[in-house]
């Protein structure tokens, strides 16, 4: 499979191209909608889907353009508040070419977050950046369910598996598994009562 990581907008946003044998699929088609489209007609890819990691503006902002544009479906979370042809649940898994991709539920930002595991590589939206994770003060986010999707799932793929963020707000713009759990200070031996306490610290 093949990554296309694309830097876009104001805010940092890092929104992805997937192809597998001449199929592609859109994450988080946040902003700079050109240059996704100049992307997918240079490259003469048949766009199959747009998946969204989670509802928020930043992440959706040119979402059904693209859609309308190439007949791809949108792809959320059953629980997303987004238009949507698709709607998935945890350990559902879709195709784009010859590569499965599996949907990992993952609250805690926001009740619909979602991140995508294709090919040894796991798009993390805004639950987990590199050094970092995202926001829980914001309408549907969560601390408790924040400690679930990091400590219950993404720190349980393997090592090796490459991280993708939503953001560029690390000190590289991808990482990966094992290095998160040597040197993200979130994702330190916590209790969820330490952890719970951490996130509540200014």
């Not at 907008?9 to 994450?27: C, D, P, R």
């Not at 890819?45 to 791809?72: P, Q, S, V, W």
């Not at 707000?169 to 209790?191: C, D, F, H």
Request: negative net charge.
């Amino acid at each position: 499979m093949h990554i296309s990581q694309i830097k876009v907008g104001h805010m940092e946003n890092f929104t992805y191209i997937l192809e597998s044998a001449g199929t592609a699929a859109i994450i988080d088609p946040s902003f700079g909608g050109e240059k996704l489209r100049d992307e997918i007609d240079r490259r003469r890819l048949e766009l199959k889907y747009i998946f969204y990691t989670h509802h928020h503006f930043d992440h959706i902002n040119d979402g059904e353009n693209l859609a309308n544009r190439y007949g791809a479906e949108t792809v959320a979370h059953t629980n997303s508040p987004v238009k949507k042809d698709v709607s998935v649940t945890h350990g559902q898994k879709l195709l784009i070419g010859s590569e499965e991709i599996t949907v990992i539920h993952t609250p805690g930002h926001t009740k619909d977050s979602v991140c995508y595991l294709a090919d040894g590589s796991v798009f993390t939206g805004d639950t987990l950046f590199v050094g970092e994770c995202g926001r829980v003060d914001l309408p549907g986010g969560s601390a408790q369910e924040m400690y679930a999707s990091l400590f219950r799932k993404l720190t349980r793929l393997g090592d090796e598996t490459v991280v993708y963020p939503g953001h560029d707000y690390g000190a590289t713009p991808t990482s990966t598994i094992g290095r998160e759990k040597r040197q993200n200070y979130v994702l330190a031996p916590r209790t969820l009562e330490q952890f719970l306490e951490f996130m509540s610290s200014p």
